[in-house]
């Protein structure tokens, strides 16, 4: 890491998001000792995030997961990956079809279905062109309706958001999809 964690916040805001992050993840994240603790409004941008990922959605839980070691995966973030692979586990929706994405095993690419790889030509297209040719764009239409194409690119743009935080900080792996794996 670029930054040194903050281990032991005064502020009790962050002490209780410290708690929280211990309690359901088996440790403090990162992010939150590296970047939050420096800088608190934006957790707070974060637990709107998250809000909006989990509760003001209408994509199946495993859509947006999809989504999100999609783009992690093609940005290279190993913290982002682990904790979408982390909350797989601990959602019980399981990791096998997403290890594909993070290893690079094309050959287990038939794992997803058409509806699946419309979403992963537009991830990938954009991670490496920044843009979505029509051709692609018609693959999302061909499957989903406008909220829900909506709803995947603001999910995309959101691990944008942190994958832009966490690179250039050099933030890696916390072991969180192991923890959750020992911990379910």
Known sequence: MRL???ENPSNPWL???????????GKVLSPLKVIYSRKLPLLQL???IAKFEEKQNSLAP??????????????GCSFCQDIAL???VRSKIGTEKFVALT???ESKQSAFSEK??????????????????????????KHFNET???????????????????IPLEIESDGLQSLAEKNP
Do not use: C, P
């Open 4 to 6: 040194e964690a903050i």
């Open 15 to 25: 002490k209780m998001a410290y708690w929280v992050s211990k309690k359901q993840f």
């Open 46 to 48: 974060a637990m709107k």
């Open 62 to 75: 495993d859509l947006r997961l999809l989504i999100k070691i999609a783009a992690a995966t093609e940005n």
């Open 86 to 88: 982390a909350q797989a």
């Open 103 to 105: 290893g690079g095993d």
């Open 116 to 141: 699946e790889h419309a979403v992963l030509a537009v991830i990938r297209q954009y991670a490496a062109e920044r843009k979505v040719s029509d051709a692609n764009f018609a693959g999302l239409r």
């Open 148 to 166: 829900e194409i909506v709803e995947i690119l603001a999910l995309n743009a959101f691990e944008q958001f942190y994958n832009a935080l966490t």
